[in-house]
């Protein structure tokens, strides 16, 4: 039955070799605690503890960077939302230029026109008398 529990070998095993696969076989939670043992579990608990204060400041120093990088993102958000007004206004006030320009362009062209045609029949009747005068002078 011992065999068929820790799966000894049928034949007769030296002692260090049954040793070993007790060793081996055996959780390490079942033996009884050595002092070797209390001070590791001592200085486990130490380094989980230090652990854990570390890593709450890491949080703590992230939360912070995260808090800071809200704020410079909502400063920016405030620059962007004024910087577009701005160009909105601007924008507006270039529209009405450009109006106003195009507005006074069309004047000057139908001035223009107006100038041309005067300056058409000026020189058609300058022709036009000096035909007559041609005409009659002859």
């Known amino acids: 039955m011992a065999g068929s529990v820790y799966n000894l070998p049928s034949q007769n095993p030296n002692p260090q070799s049954l040793f070993q696969i007790f060793v081996d076989r055996v959780p390490l939670s079942n033996l009884p605690a050595t002092s070797d043992d209390s001070s590791r579990t001592a200085e486990d608990n130490e380094r989980k503890r230090r ?25 920016m958000l405030v620059q962007l939302i004024n910087k577009n007004k701005s160009l909105v206004d601007e924008l507006s006030q270039a529209r009405e ?31 036009l008398s000096v035909e007559a005068d041609q005409i009659w002078t002859f």
């Open 51 to 75: 652990r854990k204060v570390s890593n709450r400041e890491s949080a703590r120093r992230s939360r912070m960077r995260k808090q800071r990088h809200m704020e410079e993102l909502w400063s």
């Open 97 to 127: 230029c450009y109006e106003k320009v195009i507005e006074e362009n069309m004047k000057l062209r139908e001035e223009n026109s107006k100038s041309r045609k005067m300056i058409g029949e000026i020189g058609l009747n300058r022709f």
